[in-house]
């Protein structure tokens, strides 16, 4: 007998950051953070547990996914098989329509679809609030990517006080994001690789958590205001501070390419000139402007003579998981 299901997950891209564990292994946070779940990218997973022993497979986008990527998945699974209270083998069929690896946020969309799906398959009725905590065991963001538009993460003091929860936003109608990618290889420095390096050897470090817990709760507030201008002098402020904590790491290390600092300066320029944009950057050079959706043509023209047409995706608020059997 099989037990089959399907879920439909979206990426989202924090504006208030995250950065930084204290717990490992069930992924707390250092700080809480606050992103927006984007239409453009997403990821569909189907989750088969079958009633018998042995290896589970994984197969991303139609290739079986390498050993360690495998077994990660795998781990997570059993917190799922934990919660059932059986020992089945699955197997799982994920197509990705994100860049892996590139810092757009494509672990965020893939775990909580897999959550998500793995949950159902197996007959849990979990609440949002308890697929968020579960979602967050695989990748931290993916606790926010069950929810669509705005998601507050809370750090929390333990396993079930982290969570996501959604916010209403008078923003929601008329923000968009504007993509630059300026390079979608998979990154030299993984986010978890990075995130250890930042929180062990970064001088910065605490004043980065410090000042981050601080500006969320004015992130929240600018977001349920629908103060757009303060959002985005917040969402750039964010992005910057992080950045620096990881230069002041040892070794230092940096996402940022030609490229990502050219989209970064035009951002500036238009601004000056009077346009509504900010910009953010996360774990990659992938460079992502907040804007009003009136602003997007004006937006294009300009960043396509620098970076080129085919380089810019965009996205508005994107909806919650949806999750289906098979």
Same mark, same amino acid.
């Given at each position: 007998?099989?037990?089959?299901?399907?879920?439909?997950?979206?990426?989202?891209?924090?504006?208030?950051?995250?950065?930084?564990?204290?717990?490992?292994?069930?992924?707390?946070?250092?700080?809480?953070?606050?992103?927006?779940?984007?239409?453009?990218?997403?990821?569909?997973?189907?989750?088969?547990?079958?009633?018998?022993?042995?290896?589970?497979?994984?197969?991303?986008?139609?290739?079986?996914?390498?050993?360690? @990527?495998? @077994?990660?998945?795998?781990?997570?699974?059993?917190?799922?098989?934990?919660?059932?209270?059986?020992?089945?083998?699955?197997?799982?069929?994920?197509?990705?329509?994100?860049?892996?690896?590139?810092?757009?946020?494509?672990?965020?969309?893939?775990?909580?679809?897999?959550?998500?799906? @793995?949950?159902?398959?197996?007959?849990?009725?979990?609440?949002?609030?308890?697929?968020?905590?579960?979602?967050?065991?695989?990748?931290?963001?993916?606790?926010?990517?069950?929810?669509?538009?705005?998601?507050?993460?809370?750090?929390?003091?333990?396993?079930?006080?982290?969570?996501?929860?959604?916010?209403?936003?008078?923003?929601?109608?008329?923000?968009?994001?504007?993509?630059?990618?300026?390079?979608?290889?998979?990154?030299?420095?993984?986010?978890?690789?990075?995130?250890?390096?930042?929180?062990?050897?970064?001088?910065?470090?605490?004043?980065?958590?410090?000042?981050?817990?601080?500006?969320?709760?004015?992130?929240?507030?600018?977001?349920?205001?629908?103060?757009?201008?303060?959002?985005?002098?917040?969402?750039?402020?964010?992005?910057?501070?992080?950045?620096?904590?990881?230069?002041?790491?040892?070794?230092?290390?940096?996402?940022?390419?030609?490229?990502?600092?050219?989209?970064?300066?035009?951002?500036?320029?238009?601004?000056?000139?009077?346009?509504?944009?900010?910009?953010?950057?996360?774990?990659?050079?992938?460079?992502?402007?907040?804007?009003?959706?009136?602003?997007? @043509?004006?937006?294009?023209?300009?960043?396509?003579?620098?970076?080129?047409?085919?380089?810019?995706?965009?996205?508005?608020?994107?909806?919650?998981?949806?999750?289906?059997?098979?």
């Amino acid at each position: 007998m099989a037990h089959h299901a399907r879920a439909k997950a979206h990426t989202n891209i924090a504006l208030s950051k995250y950065w930084g564990k204290r717990d490992n292994d069930l992924i707390l946070p250092m700080n809480g953070s606050l992103s927006l779940t984007l239409d453009a990218f997403h990821t569909t997973t189907e989750v088969r547990f079958v009633e018998e022993r042995g290896a589970d497979t994984v197969v991303l986008n139609d290739q079986p996914l390498d050993a360690s @990527a495998a @077994a990660k998945v795998s781990r997570f699974l059993d917190r799922v098989r934990e919660l059932k209270g059986v020992d089945w083998r699955a197997e799982v069929r994920s197509y990705n329509e994100v860049p892996t690896g590139a810092g757009l946020a494509s672990s965020a969309s893939a775990f909580a679809a897999l959550a998500a799906a @793995a949950s159902q398959a197996l007959g849990l009725k979990l609440s949002e609030r308890e697929l968020s905590i579960l979602a967050r065991k695989g990748s931290g963001s993916a606790s926010r990517s069950i929810f669509g538009g705005f998601a507050l993460w809370q750090a929390g003091h333990d396993d079930q006080s982290s969570y996501a929860y959604p916010l209403q936003s008078p923003l929601h109608d008329d923000i968009a994001m504007l993509v630059v990618v300026i390079n979608a290889a998979h990154k030299p420095v993984s986010s978890r690789e990075g995130m250890r390096r930042t929180v062990e050897t970064s001088p910065y470090y605490p004043a980065w958590v410090d000042d981050a817990e601080q500006r969320l709760g004015e992130m929240k507030q600018a977001v349920v205001e629908g103060d757009f201008t303060r959002m985005g002098e917040l969402a750039e402020m964010s992005a910057m501070r992080m950045h620096a904590s990881m230069l002041a790491a040892e070794p230092p290390f940096c996402y940022w390419e030609s490229g990502s600092l050219q989209a970064m300066q035009t951002v500036r320029e238009l601004r000056a000139q009077g346009h509504q944009c900010y910009f953010t950057m996360d774990a990659g050079p992938n460079v992502k402007i907040i804007t009003r959706t009136s602003e997007l @043509a004006v937006l294009k023209r300009a960043l396509a003579a620098t970076v080129g047409e085919q380089a810019l995706l965009t996205a508005r608020p994107g909806p919650g998981i949806v999750v289906e059997n098979c």
